[in-house]
């Protein structure tokens, strides 16, 4: 680990992508917060990210494996923290991560992260050029 990155237990400098709440309407019959909630919110903060970056609309078209590290409770806010990785002619490499606060504490724990890629597309649905990469 460098100087510059942050140590394993502190969520990035940067504000999040997007801050949600998890309600019981995300659980599964055993009352957990479903993974595919969760990898949801991670393509949408993604796309996010990679909307702005290619000034244009994207598509998912790859992700990464993801391994869940810590559950997410209802009625936890979750953070989504995204980054560029790198930038293609006409694909993007997003980095997401998921951070978990209780509802009552300070405490952030990592619960997930994952590489997102995508191509930028035109008006025709075509892949093309990301703008400025």
Do not use: Q
């Not at 923290?81 to 293609?88: H, K, M, N, T």
């Not at 606060?101 to 724990?109: A, I, K, L, S």
């Amino acid at each position: 680990m460098t100087a510059a990155e942050p140590p394993p237990h502190s969520p990035p400098p940067h504000s999040p992508v997007i801050r949600t709440i998890a309600m019981p309407a995300d659980t599964n019959p055993a009352g957990d917060i479903f993974g595919g909630w969760l990898m949801a919110h991670m393509d949408l903060a993604a796309g996010n990210v990679g909307t702005r970056r290619a000034k244009g609309r994207v598509a998912t078209i790859a992700v990464e494996a993801m391994s869940f590290l810590s559950p997410v409770l209802v009625g936890d806010e979750v953070s989504f923290y995204g980054e560029v990785l790198s930038v293609g002619r006409t694909s993007l490499r997003i980095r997401i991560e998921a951070w978990r606060r209780p509802r009552e504490g300070e405490t952030m724990n990592k619960v997930t992260e994952a590489t997102f890629t995508f191509v930028a597309i035109g008006s025709d649905r075509r892949p093309r050029p990301v703008v400025g990469g």
